[in-house]
């Protein structure tokens, strides 16, 4: 049973955003208007209201994952459980294996021995 | 199997359908410890996207709020999955082995005490056989294992040193038995008695593998019966070890020693004559056949039923083999006139053609060589009909201790005891007291045979039906049944014994057991 690996938050928010609306990746943030240096006022507008829409949309997908999260974390605590459980019944019963075998195979030597 | 927990194609599929097919379907993220912040910052980046009053600085505040908003939930998630994984780790398995302890702990130590001496045995046997052999020194082998060392005061010669120090380890011994004895104090005086152990190793070291092994056994079987908590199944597990070192061991023995005095009984006495090979082909059955196959007779069948079976694989192999060597002696001929004629085009060959027909010629002298391969098998093939001739030789054997001919006259020699009591010249009283016998068996086949349909055939038949497989079961006036199954294979049954006539092994055929042990329960109860 190996430990799941997490993603960063930055990690699942570019994943999911990437999908959506690439402009607002976190790598551009700090560039939003680069590109548009001779936009009108109505057109920026147009982009910002773009943008609080995906933001929305966002919102949506990343409650949807988390839901897929926890399940998922919830199926690999049962998981755990389950593992150990098996592992220490296969220690169990191999030890107790060898034990049986070993009483079964020993012979009380003869007075003669 | 690492699973890394993030969005993926799929689960874009799963989003696609969210936002455009049931928007409403979406819940909000998980509360998590930086809940409030997370709300705060949303719901102010929430406010500016409704107001329409995004610009590039709220842009990005909205973007980390969501960032951090992801990251609270996978620390969340994160520390919940760890505290699973680590609960599972640290208290199922201890839980488990709390309850095992106990159990196994006296067991173990009633196993220890009795391979201790029986160890002693071993070691002993293991010196008889090497004094015999002569391969090991005498100092060695003189030297008893003394299981009873650890007690004090039996060698007058003993130290007064060794003497002290097993006063003190009896003593210890008396308080570890204390029951109240605080644990730390229980502790060091374990750990106590491990050092007197080592000092008396060192005072009077070991003078065989046997005896150390005995006193580490003795020593570790102590400290389980002392031991407490998890210093109990520490203890268990080297008293574990110590018993598979000596199962180990001896294994190692048995391998030595066992193998050479059976192959010693094995090894084929004379010369290789038909007798002696059938000899020894006696002996080597009854061992594979645990000595379940008493009866010559049997036993000789099953001889000649392998030795036909090897002789015919032989003579299939031999006969492909030459099929082989004909096909490449043929070939080989062919090859060597092209070879020829080659050669002789070379003579006669323009300088840029000499080197493809060379290149050619190699060719076939290859070809040439992977058919005197082919060839060599004929000393294989001499081989195999050498040994069928060996076969035949030892079946003639056979047949003159059976006092008959051939196989034909074998089996004519065997049926007639088999189908005798079947003949018309049965008296009318045994063919009545017989076809009683099996009227009485359907009678009560309900209670002998459940599961199974049975009904009577002609005369002093009872035909027994079940899955599908029909057997026709005949009384004989001695008491036995014959059978014949639906292969046509002729059986004997009685109560303990179901033989095939052909020496098929005993007991093999289910339905057949069933049968006997019905027979026996009738007899039993006396039915008939």
Do not use: C
């Amino acid at each position: 049973m190996e430990p799941l690996i997490f993603p960063t938050g930055q990690e699942v928010y570019d994943a999911l955003m990437n999908s959506i609306e690439p402009e607002l990746l976190s790598a551009n943030l700090d560039h939003l208007d680069d590109a548009y240096a001779s936009e009108t006022e109505d057109a920026r507008r147009a982009r910002y209201e773009r943008y609080a829409a995906a933001f929305a949309q966002y919102d949506e997908a990343f409650a949807s994952w988390t839901e897929e999260l926890n399940e998922t974390v919830r199926t690999y605590r049962k998981t755990a459980f389950r593992s150990a459980e098996a592992e220490s019944r296969t220690q169990e019963e191999e030890t107790l294996s060898v034990l049986e075998q070993d009483i079964a195979t020993i012979q009380t030597p003869s007075p003669a021995a | 199997m690492i699973k890394k927990l993030f969005p993926t194609q799929a689960f874009t599929l799963r989003e696609h359908r969210l936002l455009f097919e049931n928007p409403e379907a979406a819940k909000p993220p998980v509360a998590s410890e930086n809940t409030e912040s997370k709300e705060k910052k949303e719901s102010d980046a929430k406010a500016s996207e409704k107001a329409g009053e995004l610009n590039k600085d709220t842009v990005k505040t909205a973007a980390e709020a969501r960032t951090n908003g992801a990251q609270a939930a996978l620390d969340a998630a994160q520390k919940y999955a760890q505290q699973g994984y680590e609960f599972a780790k640290k208290n199922v398995a201890p839980a488990a082995k709390t309850v095992l302890t106990p159990l196994v702990g006296p067991a173990v130590i009633h196993a220890g005490e009795t391979i201790a001496s029986h160890s002693e045995a071993v070691i002993m046997n293991a010196q008889n056989v090497r004094t015999e052999n002569k391969s090991v020194s005498n100092a060695t082998v003189e030297k008893k294992p003394d299981a009873q060392q650890s007690e004090p005061g039996t060698p007058e010669n003993i130290p007064a040193k060794i003497t002290a120090l097993k006063e003190e380890q009896k003593e210890n011994e008396k308080k570890l038995e204390d029951k109240k004895l605080p644990p730390e104090e229980r502790s060091t005086l374990q750990e106590r008695q491990t050092q007197i152990d080592e000092e008396l190793n060192k005072l009077n070291p070991p003078k065989t593998h046997g005896e150390k092994f005995t006193r580490d056994l003795n020593s570790a079987i102590k400290e389980l019966s002392h031991a407490q908590g998890m210093d109990k199944f520490a203890a268990f597990v080297k008293v574990m070890a110590l018993i598979s070192t000596l199962w180990a061991t001896v294994s190692k023995w048995n391998e030595k020693y066992v193998p050479e005095a059976e192959k010693k009984e094995e090894a084929p006495k004379g010369p290789d004559t038909p007798e002696n090979r059938l000899s020894a082909k006696l002996k080597a059955n009854e061992k594979k056949m645990d000595g379940t196959v008493k009866d010559e007779k049997v036993n000789l069948q099953e001889i000649k039923d392998q030795n036909k079976k090897e002789r015919e694989a032989n003579t299939k192999n031999s006969d492909d083999m030459t099929k082989r060597i004909d096909g490449a002696k043929k070939e080989k001929e062919v090859l060597i006139d092209r070879k020829a004629e080659l050669e002789k085009n070379l003579t006669s060959a323009k300088e840029e053609e000499t080197k493809n027909i060379n290149d050619q010629i190699k060719i076939i002298v290859e070809q040439i060589a992977i058919q005197d391969k082919v060839i060599a098998l004929t000393t294989e093939r001499d081989a195999l009909l050498e040994k069928n001739k060996k076969l035949d030789e030892e079946d003639t054997v056979i047949n003159k201790r059976f006092g008959i001919e051939d196989d034909k006259k074998l089996e004519e020699d065997k049926k007639p005891e088999e189908t005798k009591e079947e003949k018309p010249t049965e008296t009318p009283e045994q063919n009545k007291k017989r076809t009683d016998a099996a009227k009485q068996f359907i009678a009560n086949a309900a209670t002998l045979l459940p599961g199974t349909t049975v009904t009577a055939g002609k005369g002093a038949q009872v035909i027994i039906k079940e899955n599908g497989v029909t057997l026709i079961a005949v009384p004989q006036p001695d008491g036995k049944w014959a059978a014949i199954d639906g292969t046509g294979r002729g059986w004997t049954v009685n109560e303990d014994r179901y033989v095939m006539y052909e020496g098929t092994k005993a007991g093999e055929d289910p339905l057949l057991k069933k049968i006997g042990d019905a027979l026996k329960e009738a007899r039993e109860k006396k039915l008939f």
